[in-house]
Structures are given as C-alpha cells and as structure tokens.
C-alpha cells in the first residue's frame, strides 16, 4: 500500500486564491546547453497549475531551482532562458526577480498587472535554500497570502521553499502535476493490473535497492538491463570483461535473485550485449553471441536476442514501470536495445509509467513518449516515493493533530 498518498493534503482547487498572492514552487530544472534549453517537459507540465491560477485571479510568484551553483555568481544557472520559455507559452509577461532573499518582490506586487507573473531567480542562489532556512522562508511568507507545491521532483529534498515555508503557511496545497503524479505512482503499488513488470535499469544496484525491496512483494517479474546487470550477472559467475560493476553488491545481487525466485517471480537478465573496447569506440562495437564478456570489452547495451525477450514478457503486461535505460542511449550505437524497449512499452495495452529522470530522457529520445500512460517529472522523489519513504515536501502539508500552522503573521 502507499504510504499516505494524498491523504489530507489539499489540492490548488481546494484554496482560495483570487485576489490573492500566491507562491508557486515549481520544478523548472530543465537540461540547459550554452544557455538554451534542451527539453522543456518540466516547463510545459507546470503550465497547467499556473493557468489554473492566472484565470483564478491570483497574483503569482514563481519559484524553482536549476542545477547545483555554487554561488550568485554561477550566472550559467539563472533561470533566464525559463522566464523566457514560460512567457512565451503562457503568452503573459514574466518579470525575472534577481534576489530571491529580498522582500523588494512588494513593490512589484505593488504595481503587478493582470498578465503579468513574477519568477524568483534560481533558489539555490540563496545559501538558506538548501538549509531549509526559516529566516528565509519568512522572507517569502511575509508577502505571500498562499503556498503551493507543484515540484514534485524536489519533494524529497527539505529544503526552505520545500519545507520551512509551508510550515509558516496556513493556506497551503499542491498543484495540479503533484496531484497527477501521485496518481498515477499509487497505481502501481495498489491493486495494479496483471501481470505487473518492472523494468530496472542504469548504472547501480545500489540506486535501486530499496525500490527492488518494496516491490519485490507486488511485481509478477523483473526486467533488468544497463550497467547494474553486471553486478547481477557477476554474481551468477559470468564473466563481465571491462564492465561497470559494484562489487560491494554482489553478494547482495545474489541474494537479491534467489528471494525473488523463491517467490516464484521471473526476474530476466541480458542473454547478449552489444560490447565495445571503451564507452568512446564506436568503431569496435559487436554483438556477443551469449551472456559472456570478453576481459578487453564492456557491455553498453542489451543485446537482439536479450530485446526479444523482453519484448515478449512486455507484451501482454497489464502495468509496467520503466526505470533506468538498458544501455547508453545517449550514443547512438548504443541505444537500440533501450529503444527496442520503449517500444515495446509503448505498444503494450497496460499502464505504463516512466519513472523520470534518464527513463524520461530515454522515451523522449526513442521517439514513444506520446505513447507512454505518463512519465514522471521527479526521478529520485518517484523512486523514493515507491519505496515508502516519506517526502518532506508532502508530509509538511498534511494537518498536524492539535496544532495550528503558523501564519507569517506570528512574525
């Protein structure tokens, strides 16, 4: 069952925010490339909450972080090119706001015209941001009539905007993505359609030793490919040439088959790789005939006749979740077992949902994101979220029992 799922927690459709100013956290944490945005998905999935409120009559102050600056002076993290992009579909004017620590955001509320939004410079610009700072989040409560959370990819992290501010909130919801999100992520963990397969790659055993955990108990099989299937393979005794593996977590991997075995679940690993000498030889690349790997090469995708069968244990799937390409998709010669993949979610008649992150980079590249149920907007907050853990982003907006929240009044 899922923790709490959205128990309590008030939807932006459940406040009252005409005439009011409301802070709107969003995760706008789009790939940037010599200050051009490369993928929009987290800008065009926030639109819907944001023109929720603008045809509610709300004023709008807009938040969310980009990458890891160091300091204000990382100009290459500004959310510039965002302001930009979100005018432009939102066809409204968005005034970029350099200081997120200061309380001059009055005087343009002040003056605010009916199209006319105001976007908070890059968070992380702020040292109190990461420190979950309530000094700083009263900076924000003091001119914000309304809290809403729609960063759903920032949940798990407490940090001020995330967690300080709506403690100082007493109006406070999520918005339309968060909802949708939850949604869709409880689907999987509760009464999902059979057979339910779970498709589990990238780099590390590690990154998804808790989600294998929880699911273990609810999923009819596994299929696993990317670099962790070498630290599983390893630990069956196949031999993985130059491959990315953890060796920390063999014993683990081996362990891990033989639970889930016993539960009489399949749990599908490569049968063949594509192999190249090094991660930038493109030109010694090759198919190897069976599980084996040569000492001098590396696996850097899933082979044809491991594809084949994974299509077919995808094809009459009732729900999948897909976390973790098969390979590095990101190199073309590289990628065709990771798009093979995508396809056969793609064309499978179950639900299907994308995990985020790489998952979402990789059915975005492969051409079948349209086809997909929905693709998560948080990798890690979606992984964690599945596994039980509680996101902070979420927990600090449920009513605490015999306690009031406290308005930015109290200060």
Known sequence: MAAAGLKGIRTVRDLNVEGKTVFLRLDLNVPLDNGKITDETRITASLPTIQYLMEKGAKIVMASHLGRPKSADDKQFSLEPVAKSLSEHLKAEVLLFDDAASDGVKGLLIGLKKNQLILLENLRFIPGETKDSEEFAQVIASYCDVYVNDAFGASHRAHASIHALPSLMKEKGIGLLIEKEIMMLDKLIENPARPYIAVLGGAKVSDKIAVIEKLMNIVDGF???????????????????????????????????????????????????????????????????????????????????????????????????????????????????????????????????????????????????????????????????????????????????NSEPRGPESF
């Open 223 to 401: 299929l696993v490919g990317g670099a962790m299937a070498y630290t599983f393979l390893k630990g069956q005794g196949h031999p993985i040439g130059k491959s990315l593996v953890e060796e920390d977590r063999i014993r683990f991997a081996k362990e891990m088959i033989a639970r889930v075995e016993a539960r009489d679940k399949t749990f599908l690993l490569p049968v063949d790789h594509v192999v190249t000498k090094s991660i930038t030889d493109t030109k010694s690349v090759r198919t190897t005939p069976g599980v084996g790997i040569n000492e001098d090469e590396l696996g850097v995708d899933i082979g044809p006749k491991t594809l084949v069968q994974y299509e077919t244990a995808l094809k009459e799937a009732g729900t999948i979740f897909w976390n973790g390409p098969m390979g590095v998709f990101e190199t073309p010669e590289f990628s065709r077992g990771t798009f093979g993949v995508a396809k056969a979610i793609a064309e499978s008649k179950g639900l299907k949902i994308v995990g985020g992150g790489d998952s979402a980079a990789a059915a975005e590249a492969s051409g079948y994101a349209g086809q997909m149920t929905h693709i998560s907007t948080g990798g890690g907050a979606s992984l964690e979220y599945l596994q039980g853990d509680k996101l902070p982003g979420l927990e600090i907006l449920r009513p605490k029992k």
